[in-house]
C-alpha cells in the first residue's frame, strides 16, 4: 500500500531533517552566516575589453584566431562553461560557437575563412582534436594559444581582485569556524568536513584538506588515519571561488603548547615567507622572490634547492579563475613582476619523520609592491592576523 505525502508534510520534513543536520554541527559553524551580499560579477564592458585585448595578442603572434575548450579560458572571454562545445576568437569579426570535435571546428574555421596560416590552440587542447585538425585542414597549422589566453590572464583587473578578495574573506572565516572545533581525538576528515560545512554555512563551496601531526610534512598531506594529539601541529589547506575567482591559504598551527624546535622552526617559515613578499617588487624576476625565501631556509640550514629537510617546491604559484595559473615564483622564471599579477607565498619547510610548516597567503601587485589578500600568521599559535 502506498501512502501520498501531502506537500506541506514533505517540507516540514524536509526542514525537520535540515534542522537536525544544522543542529549536529559544532557552534562555532552554526553561528556563522552567509557573506553572499556585496558580490559584483564581471561586466559585459569587461568582457569586451578582454576581447579586444586578446585580439591584439592575436595579431602580435600571428594567429588568424584561437580555439578554446570549455574550461576556465572560455569562462574568463565569454562567462560560460560548455561542456562538449568550444569558442572560436578570429582576429577579426565575432566569434562563434562550435562542437568540440574537429570535424565541427574545421567547418567553423572554413566559414570564418580560415583554412590556412595559423591558429592558436590552448595549453590543455587534447592531442586527438590537434592531429584531427591537421587531418581536416592540412594547410592550417597550430600553435599554443598560451602567449594570448595567459597574456590577458596574468594582469588582474580591479574587478576581478575584488571577487578574489571576497574569495579570501570567506576562506579565513571557515577557517576560523573549523580551528574552533579542534578537539583531542579529531580524525584529519572530522576537521575538514566541519571546515566544509562552514563554507556552506557561509554561502559558498569550499574546500580544505587537513593534516595532522608527521603527516603535515607533505605538501599534500596523507590518506593515513590521522587522530590528533597534544603537541601536534594542524595544517588546514585550499579555498573556495567566487564568481570562478579562487582563493588559496594554508595555516599551520600548533595544538597544545609548542617545544621549542617548534617555535623555531615556525618563525623560520614566517621569516621565509616574509622574504618572499620583501622581494615581490614591480620589474623584478619571479624567480628573485622565490630565491628569497629559499635563501632564508637555506641559511638555516636546510636545503639546498629542493632536498628535503627544506624547501621542496616552488615558492608560489600565479592565482585567478584557476587555483594554479600563469605566472610561477620559481628558479628560471624572469617573467618581471607587474601591476595586477597574483601570486600565492608559500615557502615550506618539510621534515619527514616530525613535521611541516606551510604558511600560505595570496597577494597582488601594486605599483607600490605586495598587498596580501589575507593577514599573515602572527604567532604560532595565533593562525590569524
Known amino acids: 500500500m502506498q501512502t501520498k505525502l501531502h506537500r506541506r508534510a514533505f517540507l516540514a520534513a524536509c526542514a525537520s531533517l535540515a534542522g537536525a543536520q544544522n543542529a549536529a554541527l559544532p557552534e562555532p559553524v552554526r553561528a556563522l552566516q ?7 560579477p564581471i561586466t559585459d564592458a569587461e568582457r569586451a575589453a578582454r576581447l579586444e585585448k586578446a585580439r591584439r595578442l592575436l595579431r602580435d603572434n600571428r594567429l588568424a584566431a584561437m580555439v578554446l575548450p570549455a574550461g576556465s579560458n572560455m569562462l574568463y572571454f565569454t562567462g560560460k562553461r560548455l561542456p562538449g562545445q568550444s569558442w572560436i576568437l578570429p582576429v577579426t569579426g565575432e566569434p562563434v560557437w562550435s562542437a ?25 587542447t587534447p592531442f586527438a582534436l590537434f592531429a584531427g585538425l591537421g587531418q581536416e585542414l592540412p594547410a592550417l597549422s597550430c600553435a599554443s594559444a598560451t602567449p594570448v589566453t595567459a597574456g590577458c590572464r596574468m594582469i588582474k583587473s580591479s574587478a576581478e581582485i575584488a571577487l578574489m578578495q571576497h574569495a579570501n574573506d570567506v576562506t579565513i572565516a571557515a577557517y576560523k569556524a573549523g580551528l574552533a572545533t579542534l578537539r583531542e581525538g579529531m580524525t584529519q576528515g572530522e576537521l575538514s568536513a566541519n ?3 562552514a563554507y556552506r554555512a557561509l554561502g559558498y563551496s569550499g574546500y580544505a584538506s587537513a ?5 603535515t610534512a607533505f605538501p599534500h598531506g596523507s590518506i593515513v588515519p590521522q587522530q590528533l594529539k597534544e603537541g601536534d601541529f594542524v595544517m588546514i589547506d585550499d579555498g573556495c571561488s567566487v564568481e570562478g575567482y579562487q582563493s588559496d591559504i594554508t595555516r599551520t598551527v600548533i595544538f597544545g603548547k ?3 624546535r617548534q617555535r623555531d622552526i615556525w618563525a623560520l617559515e614566517r621569516r621565509a615567507q616574509d622574504a618572499a613578499l620583501a622581494a615581490a617588487k614591480v620589474g623584478a624576476p619571479c624567480e ?17 634547492g629542493y632536498k628535503v629537510p627544506g624547501l621542496p617546491h616552488r615558492t608560489g604559484h ?10 610561477y615564483l620559481v ?13 600565492s607565498d608559500e615557502p615550506t619547510i618539510a621534515i619527514y619523520g616530525e613535521f611541516g610548516i606551510r604558511l600560505e597567503d595570496c597577494f597582488y601587485m601594486t605599483e607600490n609592491g605586495p598587498r596580501t589578500f589575507s593577514k599573515q600568521s602572527p604567532a604560532i599559535d595565533q593562525p590569524f592576523g
Request: glycine share 14%.
Open 331 to 343: 628558479k628560471g622564471n624572469r617573467t618581471p613582476l607587474a601591476p595586477g599579477m597574483c601570486f
Open 34 to 40: 552567509p557573506m553572499t551580499a556585496g558580490v559584483v
Open 100 to 124: 568540440s570535435d574537429a570535424p565541427a571546428i574545421a567547418r567553423a574555421l572554413r566559414d570564418l575563412k580560415i583554412a590556412a596560416g595559423a591558429i592558436g590552440l590552448e595549453e590543455q
Open 318 to 327: 600565479g592565482i585567478g579563475l584557476d587555483g594554479h595559473e600563469w605566472t
Open 211 to 215: 593534516s595532522f601531526g608527521k603527516s
Open 258 to 260: 609548542p617545544t621549542q
Open 195 to 197: 571546515i566544509g560545512a
Open 288 to 304: 628573485a622572490v622565490d630565491a628569497a625565501a629559499r635563501n632564508v631556509i637555506t641559511a638555516a640550514g636546510f636545503g639546498p
